[in-house]
């Protein structure tokens, strides 16, 4: 099977183009991915119409250029994999019109993905995981435990209940002047400060259960700037890095023991060989690998995350979900609907933590 992937659900515009023989891996022929970070440079944040236009121009161009580094021709596919959602809307309706319009001209399936199962099920695509697995899914909007359990089979154990740690890192590198997305440049600032300047809090951690909470830490940051700006007037580059430091620390340091927690839970009831997978955008930070990883091996639980391009936004990985749903039987058609909001749960309270 050949697929088409296509994505648009918040500021990268991208498609990518898998092979999966019968009983075989999946194959990346071409993933290319468009971001649109300079377009909302200006804005300190993604402004949802600027992202829309520039997917509906993009898309196309992406396509192309997929088609031509895979060699693949457009009569090859077997069918288009598209996010149906969850995100911001205009994207997500470019690119269902846009797959919308190839599947119809080239008369050929349609399969909406939810994006967090894109980001859930990337660890089957770069790694050899079996299902059942452990999944930690940190995102720019989105923190949660699930069990993944097949393609369309999610359980969530616990999130956070209110800020995605994305959107903190985000916040984090505006509060301090540096760059967007925040992630990227808070980890490197972080490179030459000292984690122990500051101590940040570790919200949740005295409650049980695996709910997180990063707004606090915000809080505590902005708090924290301030107090330097008040008595030194500024502040240093080595201020910056010691805050970015401290911040990236307590996250790590929350994610570590509520994974800790959560693992302990899932190990009552696990597979013979249990494994812990993370994805998603932040997935990416080093010392959060490292620090998940750790806890991994203290506990006895096997540890895998995709490599850091297949971490952030891609199509590859929408591809590969569409191949599993595919593979399932599943098969949409024009009335396919773009969604602002998809929990992968769907025993979950839609409103109950996970954000966005
Ligand atoms: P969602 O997947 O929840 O809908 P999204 O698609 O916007 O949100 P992703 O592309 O999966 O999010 O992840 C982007 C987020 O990851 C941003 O908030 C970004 O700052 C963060 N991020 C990227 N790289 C890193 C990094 N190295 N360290 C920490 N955070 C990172
Ligand atoms: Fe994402």
């Known amino acids: 099977l050949i697929i088409l992937g296509l994505e648009s659900s918040c500021d990268d515009t991208a498609a990518a183009i898998l092979r999966q023989p019968d009983g075989g891996p999946a194959e990346i022929l071409a993933s290319v991915v468009h971001g649109q970070n300079d377009l909302h440079a200006a804005f300190g944040g993604v402004v949802p119409e600027i992202a829309a236009r520039a997917h509906a121009e993009k898309l196309d161009i992406c396509v192309e250029e997929a088609l031509a580094a895979s060699g693949v021709a457009l ?10 959602g969850p995100g911001l809307i205009g994207g997500v309706m470019s690119g269902v019109m846009c797959a919308k319009g190839l599947a119809a001209g080239l008369n050929i399936p349609l399969v909406g993905v939810n994006h967090l199962a894109g980001h859930a099920l990337t660890p089957r695509l770069t790694d050899q995981v079996a299902f059942p697995y452990l999944m930690l899914l940190v995102s720019g909007g989105h923190c949660q435990f699930l069990i993944a359990r ?5 359980t969530r154990l616990g999130g956070t209940i209110d800020d995605a740690p994305g959107e903190a890192f985000d916040k984090t590198a505006r509060l301090l002047g540096l760059p967007q997305p925040g992630g990227p440049s808070v980890e490197q600032a972080a490179k030459d400060g000292d984690s122990a300047r500051f101590a940040f809090p570790r919200p949740l951690l005295d409650r049980p259960g695996c709910d997180l909470s990063f707004s606090g830490l915000k809080t505590a940051l902005l708090r924290a700037r301030d107090a330097l700006v008040t008595d030194q007037g500024g502040l240093t580059e080595q201020d910056r890095n010691d805050l970015c430091a401290s911040f990236q620390a307590a996250v790590a340091d929350v994610l570590a023991k509520k994974t800790a927690r959560t693992i302990a839970a899932y190990l009552e009831d696990a597979p013979a060989e249990p494994l812990l997978a993370v994805a998603g955008g932040v997935a990416a930070n080093q010392t959060i690998r490292a620090a998940l990883e750790t806890v991994c091996a203290q506990m006895g639980v096997g540890f895998t995350a995709p490599p850091l391009a297949l971490c952030t936004d ?17 098969r949409d058609d024009m009335r396919l609907a773009a969604r602002p909001r998809w929990p992968l749960d769907k025993t979950a309270p839609a409103l109950l933590g996970g954000g966005k």
């Open 75 to 84: 009569r090859d596919l077997d069918a288009i994999a598209v996010t149906a």
């Open 314 to 330: 891609n199509a590859a990985m929408i591809a590969f979900a569409g191949l599993e749903r595919f593979r399932g039987g599943h």
């Open 150 to 154: 097949g393609p369309d089979d999610f």
